[in-house]
């Protein structure tokens, strides 16, 4: 191996990877290097043997439960958006053609003891018992309207601003009962709890947009995809991104010192590149 590299990049957690592809894309020399013999650091997915390894030592898992290869466990499971921010990341940086990917065929609430599916089509919406025929239409009005709704267009903002009145009172001018709120609030924008009430009522409008976008992109039944094979994929991607320009990977490292330190030239350089990212 050469010893003199642009960039040495410790861990392949996701930002990592991502780092060590963006810099290896703009002709730096690149070398990666990890601890572990796997992608994906704190957030990677485990065969068998390695969750195993993990948690257990060294204890080898029983014949009973499978082979190893079947497995891919992630350490923090996580649904991402068909339209979100890090699909057009993967998609702009050209990732996606290391990645496979599946529609989650649907997401569920638990309602008044029942458990019931969030609706992603129309027929779906009239034919569930989340609402009542009257709160359906009620319902209706508010989706339509930020369906319609464009920040740039004053237009379609019917005499609201959005950035001054809260969640709460734009959710208010429908009439719109507890539980309706609480499907929109939670199921819909995705609000781990009830601050957003008193938040800026764009922020519930743009989460909203971005689900139905989602719901729209893939017609798989929700908003959500999942890498075929687990979320430690998309570091691994963006490790081949590298790797296909020259980025240097080595895994299993628990040792390693760094005795020379980037230039300031070149730091500024990295700063510009993450800005470019994010």
């Given at each position: 191996m050469d010893e003199e590299y642009d960039v040495i990049v410790l861990g392949t957690g996701l930002k990592e990877c991502?780092?060590?592809?963006?810099?290896?894309?703009?002709?730096?020399?690149?070398?990666?290097?990890?601890?572990?013999?796997?992608?994906?650091?704190?957030?990677?997915?485990?065969?068998?043997?390695?969750?195993?390894?993990?948690?257990?030592?060294?204890?080898?898992?029983?014949?009973?439960?499978?082979?190893?290869?079947?497995?891919?466990?992630?350490?923090?499971?996580?649904?991402?958006?068909?339209?979100?921010?890090?699909?057009?990341?993967?998609?702009?940086?050209?990732?996606?053609?290391?990645?496979?990917?599946?529609?989650?065929?649907?997401?569920?609430?638990?309602?008044?003891?029942?458990?019931?599916?969030?609706?992603?089509?129309?027929?779906?919406?009239?034919?569930?018992?989340?609402?009542?025929?009257?709160?359906?239409?009620?319902?209706?009005?508010?989706?339509?309207?930020?369906?319609?709704?464009?920040?740039?267009?004053?237009?379609?903002?019917?005499?609201?601003?959005?950035?001054?009145?809260t969640s709460k009172q734009l959710i208010s001018k429908y009439g719109l009962d507890d539980n309706t709120i609480d499907f929109i609030g939670h199921a819909v924008a995705l609000h781990k709890d009830d601050s957003y009430l008193s938040e800026p009522a764009i922020e519930i409008v743009k989460r909203m947009k971005l689900y139905a976008e989602s719901v729209a992109r893939f017609q798989g039944g929700s908003p959500y995809i999942y890498p075929l094979y687990g979320l430690g994929e998309l570091p691994q991607g963006f490790a081949r991104l590298s790797a296909v320009y020259g980025g240097t990977y080595m895994l299993n490292k628990p040792e390693c010192k760094v005795h020379k330190y980037v230039t300031k030239s070149s730091i500024s350089h990295i700063i510009s590149l993450v800005i470019w990212a994010w």
């Amino acid at each position: 191996m050469d010893e003199e590299y642009d960039v040495i990049v410790l861990g392949t957690g996701l930002k990592e990877c991502i780092l060590s592809g963006l810099l290896s894309v703009d002709r730096l020399k690149v070398l990666h290097m990890d601890r572990n013999d796997y992608y994906g650091g704190d957030s990677t997915s485990l065969n068998l043997n390695q969750l195993w390894k993990r948690f257990k030592g060294d204890e080898t898992p029983p014949a009973s439960i499978g082979a190893s290869r079947d497995y891919n466990v992630d350490m923090v499971p996580k649904f991402m958006m068909a339209n979100g921010a890090l699909v057009r990341v993967l998609i702009h940086t050209g990732v996606t053609k290391y990645l496979s990917f599946k529609a989650v065929d649907g997401s569920y609430v638990f309602n008044k003891g029942k458990i019931h599916k969030v609706p992603s089509t129309d027929m779906e919406a009239l034919k569930s018992p989340l609402m009542g025929l009257f709160e359906k239409r009620r319902a209706g009005k508010f989706f339509l309207y930020v369906q319609d709704y464009k920040e740039n267009d004053p237009s379609t903002h019917k005499g609201l601003d959005l950035t001054k009145m809260t969640s709460k009172q734009l959710i208010s001018k429908y009439g719109l009962d507890d539980n309706t709120i609480d499907f929109i609030g939670h199921a819909v924008a995705l609000h781990k709890d009830d601050s957003y009430l008193s938040e800026p009522a764009i922020e519930i409008v743009k989460r909203m947009k971005l689900y139905a976008e989602s719901v729209a992109r893939f017609q798989g039944g929700s908003p959500y995809i999942y890498p075929l094979y687990g979320l430690g994929e998309l570091p691994q991607g963006f490790a081949r991104l590298s790797a296909v320009y020259g980025g240097t990977y080595m895994l299993n490292k628990p040792e390693c010192k760094v005795h020379k330190y980037v230039t300031k030239s070149s730091i500024s350089h990295i700063i510009s590149l993450v800005i470019w990212a994010w």
